[in-house]
């Protein structure tokens, strides 16, 4: 029930294109969701997070798309870029499990220039 | 943006020696900090969480006597690898929460240590 499950592994594509990764949960429990951006060698970096309340927000090229009923929620990149490329995750945070924060697998998105 | 500084970034050690890794919060109080592992191309796996004042508490199959945490003030967490061996060599990353309850991590750039 702590899971998040993170689709696809990886993805590729061209600059300018869209790109868009997928996460599910369980616990109805979670009432935080951030994605994260890491590049190698680095710490992640907070990207943009999103409460229950809402199914949708913006800021700049990236825009978080919340399905509460469905237990889902999905990141868009804009115009991608050359410069996007890394691995980004997904997750999730609530008040059962002490408030950790739980990871998805993680995404290894490549923008072709 | 808070900033939160891990130190030392690399460490290279020779095996049955101890390492410790610092995580400090720079310009906010941290009451509770987390200290993950990643090994190449995977997911964060939180080791431990740490909470200034008390003992750490440690996810299932993460040996305390291993991987010693303490959270001695509100900007200051350490992680005391203890007697490292080569499978310990991984990367290792810190991060702390502003305030209680759910909300933002910010992470320390990680510490790489390499167990000869």
């Known amino acids: 029930q702590q899971q998040v499950k993170q689709s696809p592994q990886s993805l590729i594509v061209q600059k300018g294109g869209i790109s868009i990764i997928n996460c599910a949960y369980e616990n109805t429990a979670f009432d935080y969701f951030p994605w994260y951006q890491q590049f190698p060698g680095k710490g992640p970096a907070l990207l943009i997070a999103i409460r229950p309340d809402v199914s949708e927000k913006k800021e700049g090229r990236f825009t978080i798309s919340f399905n509460k009923s469905a237990k889902q929620f999905s990141l868009h990149i804009m115009d991608s870029q050359p410069g996007d490329s890394a691995t980004y995750f997904c997750a999730a945070s609530g008040f059962t499990g002490g408030f950790k924060t739980i990871f998805g697998a993680g995404t290894r998105l490549f923008v072709k220039a | 943006g808070a900033v939160v500084s891990q130190h030392p970034s690399r460490v290279i050690c020779k095996s049955g020696t101890s390492v410790k890794i610092e995580c400090r919060s720079l310009?906010?109080?941290?009451?509770?900090m987390f200290w993950y592992r990643q090994f190449p191309k995977k997911s964060l796996m939180l080791m431990a969480t740490?909470?200034?004042?008390?003992?750490?508490?440690?996810e299932q199959g993460v040996e305390k006597d291993k991987f010693l945490i303490n959270h001695a003030s509100l900007t200051l967490s350490t992680l005391t690898v203890t007697s490292a061996h080569p499978e310990d060599s991984s990367f290792y990353i810190c991060?702390?929460?502003?305030?209680?309850?759910?909300?933002?991590?910010?992470f320390g750039e990680g510490s790489r240590l390499t167990v000869l």
């Open positions: 310009d906010f109080q941290a009451t509770t």
């Open positions: 740490s909470n200034e004042g008390s003992k750490a508490t440690y």
């Open positions: 991060s702390a929460r502003r305030g209680r309850g759910t909300g933002e991590l910010f």
